[in-house]
C-alpha cells in the first residue's frame, strides 16, 4: 500500500531569511518591491530580527537599493520616462527608505550600520525629491536616525545651515517639520547656538507648531527646551509677551489630552524654572507641575519618564521638596514601588526621585524611613540594570545623610552592608562610583559598628579601589576609607592601616590628582586625631607619612590640600614633645632659612580656612604645660611668626582672631613677653 504523500517540510529559520536578503538583489523591481515589504514587516518593533538582519547584511543591500533608484529617479529627470517607470521607481525608494527607518528606530546598533552603509546622506538629499510621499518617508527615517545619541551633529552656525534648518520648520510636509525639530533637539549644545536659533526666529516658528498636530506639538516642545535650557537671556526672550504668549501656550498644554504632551509642556516649565527661577516664581505652577507629574506617574505612555521629569524639577531646591512632600509625593512614590514588579526605567526613576526628596529634608527621609520602604531600595541593589543598581545607591547615600539615623546606627547592618560591598565588584564603573558614595556615608557610624563593614570585605576592597587607574574611583575609595577611620578605636586604625600600607598611604598622599591628595591627608588626619598611640601611625617607618605631609605642604598649591595638610600637623602637635618638635621641623627647615616659611605663607592667604588651619597648628604649638613651649615661641617670633599674628588679631575671620589671640596670650604665658 503507498505511503501517504505529505508537505515538505518549510525550510529553517535562518534560509528563509537568507532568502529574504537574496531577493533584495533581484534584476526585477517588483521582487525588490516585495522584499522591501517583507523585511520591513518582519523587523519592525523586533530588536531580536533586527539584530539577525542586521548580521546578514541588510542594511548595505537596502542602501545599494536607495542609492540606485535615487540616481534612476535624477536621470528620469533628465530623460522622458514612462509614468509607471517613475512610479515604480519611487515606490522603490520610499519602501528603501522606510526600512532603513525600521533599522533605526529606537537602535542604536541599527542607527549605527545605517550610518556605516552611508544612507544618511541619501536620506538628506531626498528631502528636495519632487515627490512628496518620498519627502515624507525620507524625513520619518531622519527623524529615527536624530532620536539615536550616534546621529551626526548638526553645526547651525556654519554657512546656510540656518536656512536649511528654517526650510525645514517652513514645510508643510509634518515629518519634514518634525526633522527640523529633531534635529534641534539632537544638535543644539551650546549657548551661542542657542541664542543663534533664537535670533533667527526659530523659536517663534516653533511655537506656532504647538497648535498644530500631536506630533508637531510634542517635536516642538522638545526643541524649545533644548534652547531655552540653561539660557536665561533665550528664556527673557521667549517669556516675553511679544513673543505671542508663548510661555502661557506652553502652560496651556499640560492640560492637554495627550499624556505626552502634558510631560513635554511639564519638562519645558521645568526647564525654564531651573534655568531662570525668578521668571517662574507662581506658587501655583509650581504645585501644578508637581500634581501632573504624580499623576503621570500612572500613565502607561509616558509613566517610565514623569519621575525623571519630577527629580529635575525638586532636585537641589528645599522650596520644591517641601511642597512635595506637602503632596504626598513620597508616600505616592513609595505606593508604586509596593505595586509590584516595574520596568527597570520606571524602577530607575522613581528611586533617584526619592533620593532627590531626601537630599536635603529629615523629615523627608523619616517619613520614607517609617513607610518602612528601604526594603525596596535594598532590593534594587541587587537588581539586573546597572542604572537600577546605581539609583538605589543614590537614594540610599541621600537618606544616609541623616546624622540622627547615622547616630542611631541604622544603616550598619548586613540588609545594607553586604549588597552595598558586593556592588563595589561590580562591572560597571559608574555603579562602583554611586556604591562608594553611599558607602561613604554609611561608614561615618557614630557608633563604631564598623568591623562589620571590614569582615565583609569592604576594608579590602576599598584598598583595591584605591589604587585604581581612574581617578574618580580613587579618589572616592580614599574618601570613603577616610570615612571608615573616623571615631574609630586605635585597634581599627592599625587594622586599616595594616590592609592600606604606609607606602600605599604615602603614595596616596602624593598622587597626581589634588582631590585624592586632600582626601588622603584627611585620611591621615583621622588616624592621629586621639590619643598618642594614634599621632604614632605618622612616625612609622621613619616617618614615613609624617615626611610626606611636610613634602605635599611645600609643593602643593591647592588651598584644600593644604588645609588638610595643616590640620594633620594640628592633630600631630597635640602630642608630647616629640611629636611637637617633629611638626616644627617640617614647618620651619634647618636649611629654609633664608626662605619664607611656608607657615608665613598660610598665615598670609586669602582662604580664611587655610588661615585658620595654620593658626590652630600654632596653638597647639605653644601650648604653655609643654616644657619646650619656650623654645618654640622663641623660633616663632625668629621667623617672624609672633609679629605676624599680632597683625592679625582684627582679622575679619573671627575663628582667625580668636586663635590669633590664644597663640598670643601662650606665648606670654610660656615666658616670651610682648616687648
Known amino acids: 500500500m503507498p505511503a501517504s504523500a505529505s508537505s515538505a517540510p518549510p525550510p529553517p529559520t535562518h534560509s528563509r531569511r537568507e532568502d529574504l536578503i537574496g531577493r533584495l538583489s533581484s534584476s526585477s523591481t517588483e521582487a525588490k518591491l516585495k522584499a522591501l515589504r517583507d523585511l520591513k514587516n518582519q523587523i519592525i518593533g ?28 535624477a536621470a528620469a529627470a533628465a530623460a522622458v520616462c514612462s509614468g509607471n517607470d517613475v512610479e515604480l521607481n519611487d515606490s522603490l525608494i520610499i519602501q528603501s527608505a522606510a526600512a532603513i527607518g525600521s533599522f533605526a528606530c529606537g537602535f542604536d546598533d541599527g542607527v549605527k550600520a545605517v550610518l556605516d552603509a552611508g544612507a544618511f546622506p541619501l536620506l538628506l538629499r531626498l528631502i528636495s525629491y519632487p515627490n512628496d510621499k518620498v519627502v515624507g518617508a525620507a524625513a520619518r527615517s531622519l527623524k529615527f536616525i536624530y532620536q539615536s545619541k550616534l546621529a551626526p551633529r548638526y553645526d ?8 536649511f534648518i528654517q526650510s525645514l520648520l517652513n514645510s508643510e510636509n509634518e515629518n519634514v517639520t518634525g526633522l527640523g525639530a529633531s534635529i534641534i533637539t539632537h544638535s543644539c549644545w551650546t549657548s551661542m547656538e542657542q541664542k543663534a536659533l533664537s535670533d533667527a526666529g526659530i523659536i517663534k516658528k516653533l511655537t506656532c507648531m504647538l497648535g498644530g ?5 510634542d517635536a516642538s516642545l522638545e526643541s524649545v527646551a533644548t534652547i531655552l535650557k540653561g539660557n536665561p537671556e533665550v528664556i ?12 502661557g501656550t506652553v502652560t496651556e498644554l499640560t492640560k492637554d489630552k495627550n499624556s505626552r504632551t502634558r510631560l513635554l509642556a511639564c519638562i519645558c516649565l521645568i526647564v525654564i524654572r531651573n534655568s531662570a527661577p525668578s521668571c517662574l516664581q507662581d506658587l501655583r505652577i509650581k504645585t501644578k507641575l508637581i500634581l501632573i507629574l504624580l499623576e503621570l506617574l500612572d500613565d502607561d505612555q509616558v509613566g517610565d519618564e514623569a519621575p525623571f521629569a519630577l527629580s529635575s524639577l525638586i532636585a537641589e531646591k528645599e522650596d520644591l521638596q517641601v511642597l512635595a512632600f506637602e503632596a504626598n509625593v513620597i508616600d505616592k512614590l513609595v505606593n508604586h514601588l509596593r505595586k509590584g514588579p516595574l520596568l527597570s526605567r520606571r524602577l530607575e526613576g522613581i528611586l533617584i526621585a526619592l533620593a532627590n526628596m531626601c537630599s536635603r529634608l529629615e523629615r523627608c527621609r523619616d517619613r520614607l524611613l517609617s513607610l518602612e520602604a528601604m526594603k525596596f531600595v535594598t532590593d534594587a541593589l541587587s537588581q539586573d540594570s546597572g542604572e537600577v543598581r546605581a539609583a538605589a545607591c543614590v537614594c540610599l547615600k541621600n537618606v544616609s545623610r541623616s546624622v540622627k539615623n547615622l547616630s542611631a546606627g541604622l544603616f550598619m547592618n548586613e540588609s545594607f552592608v553586604v549588597p552595598l560591598v558586593q556592588l563595589l565588584f561590580d562591572d560597571l564603573t559608574f555603579v562602583q562610583v554611586s556604591a562608594l558614595d553611599a558607602i561613604s556615608n554609611i561608614v561615618v557610624d557614630f557608633l563604631a559598628h564598623k568591623t562589620m563593614f571590614m569582615k565583609c570585605g569592604g576594608l579590602k576592597q576599598l584598598v583595591q579601589l584605591s589604587k585604581s587607574m581612574d581617578a ?16 574609630v578605636s586605635d585597634k581599627c586604625k592599625e587594622e586599616i592601616l595594616s590592609e592600606l600600607t604606609h607606602l600605599t ?12 591628595q586632600e582626601q588622603a591627608l584627611a585620611l591621615v588626619c583621622n588616624l592621629v586625631d586621639g590619643p598618642l598611640d594614634s599621632i604614632q601611625h605618622v612616625f612609622a617607618e621613619d616617618a614615613l607619612l609624617l615626611r610626606a605631609v611636610g613634602q605635599q605642604l611645600q609643593s602643593a598649591s591647592k588651598a584644600e590640600v593644604l588645609i588638610q595638610g595643616m590640620y594633620v600637623f594640628t592633630n600631630v602637635a597635640s602630642g608630647n614633645e616629640v611629636h611637637k618638635e617633629a611638626v ?11 626662605c619664607e616659611s611656608i607657615m608665613s605663607k598660610f598665615l598670609h592667604s586669602d582662604d580664611s580656612r587655610l588661615r585658620t588651619a595654620a593658626v590652630w597648628a600654632l596653638v597647639n604649638l605653644t601650648f ?4 619646650g613651649a619656650f623654645g618654640r615661641v622663641m623660633k616663632l617670633r625668629n621667623a617672624g611668626i609672633v609679629s605676624q599674628l599680632k597683625n592679625m588679631v582684627n582679622d575679619p575671620c573671627l575663628d582667625v582672631k580668636l586663635r590669633a589671640r590664644t597663640v598670643l596670650g601662650q606665648s606670654v604665658t610660656s615666658g616670651y613677653g610682648s616687648t
Open 472 to 487: 574618580t574611583i580613587r579618589v572616592k575609595a580614599v574618601c570613603a576609607l577616610r570615612n571608615l577611620t573616623f571615631l
Open 505 to 516: 598611604l604615602r603614595s596616596l598622599i602624593c598622587d597626581p590628582e589634588a582631590c585624592v
Open 156 to 163: 547651525f552656525l556654519q554657512g546656510n545651515n540656518m536656512e
Open 236 to 247: 527673557s526672550k521667549f517669556i516675553d509677551p511679544e513673543n505671542g504668549g508663548a510661555l
Open 624 to 627: 604653655p604645660s609643654s616644657s
Open 584 to 594: 616644627m621641623q617640617e614647618l620651619f627647615p634647618p636649611l629654609a632659612n633664608e
Open 213 to 217: 498636530s500631536v506630533t508637531q506639538k
Open 46 to 73: 523586533n530588536r531580536t530580527k533586527k539584530l539577525c538582519f542586521l548580521k546578514l547584511g541588510a542594511v548595505p543591500s537596502v542602501t545599494s537599493i536607495l542609492s540606485s533608484s535615487s540616481a534612476t529617479a
